[in-house]
């Protein structure tokens, strides 16, 4: 993010937002920059770096907790950011409701957890087995998965492959094992990532809901990077984590076996390779179930000036949500993703000093529940706002504050939106790469949905290096103000041109 495209690595070192698509250095000729009317001109010299940055550390800030969808927090950043979207003069996307697009979201408060762990090693001196025992350190060992119940258990390990049990598709890695009051450890990931059909499977939700039938007491994730996760389902009497690949090999000690040799015999060939193992472990967690929390997306219109085209509409957007503040840790989410939200903000603050808007209309969306599933997302593509005929194109912003060059994915069948960008470019000069979307899996970002229903995406990101993805060292004092008005300019020229062809 030839380079892997950036974005969500979590665990398993291998890149999750496009995991099998490489991205390519853009075309070598430079476009000769399309002389600007004023007014545009005018409108893009409107976007600066101070106000993107400004923006993102608010966002960023305690005072909206980390942005839980659902949360408190979540629903005065939502509220803050409808105000200014009124304030540039955009309309609401509801007469009734206003910038602001509510649907259901359930979400979970984790406030304590500890997680400590026994493993038998053997005392040659008195040759006999010495249990150790470990308490582990959150964020550097372990984390609890942020949909959590409360509980306090304890119980042996047992190793399930990817956790997939699949026996319509000849693969169960439950196969042989019993898991009843056990933790299941397991990676994330399937068999084989080019078969689709495992896909349902390498959600979380799924996971969570196949190893709890089988009777496990929780499953626990091996993941390179400790990262927070808020993308699941609360489950009574199930408590989910995730281990570092560090601890990992130590409870794997005792089968002279690493985390990296395990996922590579698995990748390699492709059978389940389960086993029970003799490390306890005992995990305590206090947390808070909100079933009935509601999100919202915070939407606002630039309506089109041709009286037939305004009836068909640009989706500008990113996600706006995080993962918020649990057992003492704020996870701020500057990078991930309130620099998304700041230039989708910008963007639509530009828009709304035009004196003529481009012929099509430009629907801004702050989408809420990204880190939760693309809940938000989900649910404005299933229920878009009246009065529009059709949605012709969507632009994503997802990471785009760190690093000092940017990139983009365009829909392969849709070539022309990678000239648009290139031609936009030659009044930024910030695009490094693109890469063709060919699919979006399960770990796609809010561009998804769209493209599911064959609307075509632009989505954008700046190349990182994202070191603190997910965790509470992604604060404002990693973002580059100049890179997010950069973009902002980019997709600015790139929208309007798109909109008013």
């Given at each position: 993010?030839s380079?892997?495209i950036?974005?969500?690595?979590?665990?398993?070192?291998?890149?999750?937002?496009?995991?099998?698509?490489?991205?390519?250095?853009?075309?070598?000729?430079?476009?000769?920059?399309k002389?600007?009317?004023?007014?545009?001109?005018?409108?893009?010299?409107?976007?600066?770096?101070?106000?993107?940055?400004?923006?993102t550390?608010?966002?960023?800030?305690?005072?909206?907790?980390?942005?839980?969808?659902?949360?408190?927090?979540?629903?005065?950043?939502?509220?803050?950011?409808?105000?200014?979207?009124?304030?540039?003069?955009?309309?609401?996307?509801?007469?009734?409701?206003?910038?602001?697009?509510?649907?259901?979201?359930?979400?979970?408060?984790?406030?304590?957890?500890?997680?400590?762990?026994?493993?038998?090693?053997?005392?040659?001196?008195?040759?006999?087995?010495?249990?150790?025992?470990?308490?582990?350190?959150?964020?550097?060992?372990?984390?609890?998965?942020?949909?959590?119940?409360?509980g306090?258990?304890?119980?042996?390990l047992?190793?399930?492959?990817?956790?997939?049990?699949?026996?319509?598709?000849?693969?169960?890695?439950?196969?042989?094992?019993?898991?009843?009051?056990?933790?299941?450890?397991?990676?994330?990931?399937?068999?084989?990532?080019?078969?689709?059909?495992?896909?349902?499977?390498?959600?979380?939700r799924?996971?969570?809901?196949?190893?709890?039938a089988?009777?496990?007491?929780?499953?626990?994730?091996?993941?390179?990077?400790?990262?927070?996760?808020?993308?699941?389902?609360?489950?009574?009497?199930?408590?989910?984590?995730?281990?570092?690949?560090?601890?990992?090999?130590?409870?794997?000690k005792e089968k002279?076996?690493?985390a990296?040799?395990?996922?590579k015999d698995?990748?390699?060939?492709?059978?389940?390779?389960?086993?029970?193992?003799?490390?306890?472990v005992?995990?305590?967690?206090?947390?808070?179930h909100?079933p009935?929390?509601?999100?919202?997306?915070?939407?606002?219109?630039?309506?089109?000036?041709?009286?037939?085209?305004?009836?068909?509409?640009?989706v500008?957007?990113?996600?706006?949500?995080?993962?918020?503040?649990?057992?003492?840790?704020?996870?701020?989410?500057?990078?991930?993703?309130a620099?998304?939200?700041?230039?989708?903000?910008?963007?639509?603050?530009?828009?709304?000093k035009?004196?003529?808007?481009p012929?099509?209309?430009?629907?801004?969306?702050?989408?809420?529940?990204?880190?939760k599933?693309?809940m938000?997302?989900?649910?404005?593509?299933?229920?878009?706002?009246?009065?529009?005929?059709?949605?012709?194109?969507?632009?994503?912003?997802?990471?785009?504050?760190?690093?000092?060059?940017?990139?983009f994915?365009?829909?392969?069948?849709?070539?022309?939106?990678?000239?648009?960008?290139?031609?936009?470019d030659?009044?930024?000069?910030?695009?490094?790469?693109?890469?063709?979307?060919?699919?979006?899996g399960?770990?796609?970002?809010?561009?998804?949905p769209?493209?599911?229903?064959?609307?075509?995406?632009?989505?954008?990101?700046?190349?990182?290096?994202?070191?603190?993805?997910?965790?509470?060292?992604?604060?404002i004092?990693?973002?580059n103000?100049?890179?997010?008005?950069?973009?902002?300019?980019?997709?600015?020229?790139?929208?309007?041109?798109?909109?008013?062809?």
């Open positions: 993010m380079v892997r950036r974005k969500k690595w979590i665990g398993l070192g291998v890149f999750i937002f496009f995991p099998f698509l490489q991205a390519t250095p853009l075309n070598s000729g430079i476009p000769t920059a002389k600007l009317t004023a007014d545009v001109a005018k409108a893009l010299n409107s976007i600066g770096p101070f106000d993107a940055y400004e923006t550390k608010h966002l960023a800030s305690k005072e909206f907790a980390g942005r839980l969808t659902g949360h408190e927090g979540y629903t005065a950043a939502a509220k803050w950011a409808a105000e200014r979207f009124r304030a540039w003069g955009l309309q609401p996307f509801s007469r009734e409701a206003g910038y602001l697009q509510p649907y259901p979201s359930p979400y979970v408060i984790v406030d304590q957890a500890e997680m400590t762990l026994e493993i038998a090693e053997k005392a040659e001196s008195l040759k006999e087995t010495v249990w150790k025992e470990m308490r582990l350190e959150p964020e550097k060992d372990y984390l609890p998965l942020l949909f959590s119940d409360s306090d258990c304890s119980g042996e047992v190793f399930a492959g990817w956790g997939i049990s699949a026996p319509d598709l000849g693969y169960d890695d439950y196969a042989g094992i019993d898991v009843r009051g056990k933790f299941v450890l397991c990676f994330r990931g399937t068999p084989d990532p080019a078969d689709g059909r495992f896909e349902p499977h390498d959600h979380h799924f996971r969570m809901k196949t190893a709890k089988k009777g496990a007491i929780g499953l626990i994730y091996i993941y390179d990077e400790i990262a927070s996760n808020p993308n699941g389902d609360w489950i009574e009497g199930f408590m989910p984590a995730e281990i570092s690949t560090k601890i990992a090999d130590l409870i794997l002279n076996l690493t990296a040799d395990l996922r698995l990748a390699t060939y492709k059978k389940p390779l389960s086993f029970s193992l003799s490390a306890k005992r995990t305590r967690v206090v947390s808070r909100f009935d929390g509601i999100g919202y997306n915070v939407i606002a219109v630039a309506p089109g000036s041709d009286r037939q085209l305004r009836e068909e509409c640009l500008v957007g990113g996600h706006f949500d995080h993962n918020g503040f649990h057992m003492g840790l704020l996870f701020p989410g500057a990078d991930d993703n620099s998304g939200s700041a230039v989708v903000m910008e963007i639509a603050e530009a828009f709304s035009l004196a003529r808007k012929k099509r209309s430009v629907i801004f969306v702050l989408f809420g529940g990204e880190e599933g693309l938000g997302s989900q649910y404005f593509v299933d229920h878009s706002p009246a009065g529009f005929s059709k949605i012709d194109a969507m632009f994503n912003f997802d990471m785009v504050g760190e690093g000092d060059r940017a990139g994915g365009f829909s392969a069948g849709v070539p022309e939106l990678k000239t648009l960008l290139e031609d936009a030659a009044h930024v000069h910030i695009l490094s790469s693109s890469y063709p979307i060919r699919g979006v399960v770990r796609g970002s809010d561009h998804a769209f493209f599911q229903k064959g609307i075509p995406c632009v989505s954008f990101h700046s190349n990182g290096p994202h070191l603190h993805y997910h965790r509470t060292g992604d604060s004092y990693r973002i103000p100049e890179i997010m008005a950069d973009i902002a300019k980019l997709a600015f020229l790139a929208a309007f041109e798109r909109a008013d062809r």
